[in-house]
């Protein structure tokens, strides 16, 4: 089954996640049949880097086996949106170890930073510039499109 397919059949994702509570993380990266990163077991993947410095938001392409996430459509947008170019590339372990930043996005995460991959600082080992851009962003819109109590 296509992992495109947003089927409830999350028993990878599941097992995924109990191996990660088990190594005492809170997520875990789940890698495509070629060892390309996909996503994570909830939420999906991007990465900064900077090329020729200019930071660029990079996120897997759909034909690595991802669920296209809602939140994930949004945070390209908005990045867009402030001009942060967005590439979409086959991803290794090496390259998330080796980022200036990273961050996840999901329904229930929404935007969040991540500063340790495999016990390896990402960057500065604090959410960079691009990353707080965007949280403050989808912040911003999520709240003015709240419902009113």
Sequence with gaps: LSPRIK???????ILAKIQAVDAGVLE???LNHQGHVAECTGD????VRCFEAEPTLIAPPLHAGLLEGVTMR???SLATEAKIPLKKMDLTRHDLYTADEMLLTGTAAEVIA???VDGR???TGVPGPITRHLTEAFQKLVQCHAPED
């Design 114 to 116: 991540v500063t340790q």
């Design 28 to 30: 875990a990266v789940m």
């Design 121 to 123: 600082v990402i960057g």
């Design 44 to 47: 999906n993947i991007f990465i």
């Design 74 to 76: 949004l945070v390209e």
């Design 7 to 13: 089927s409830l059949n999350y028993l990878n994702n």
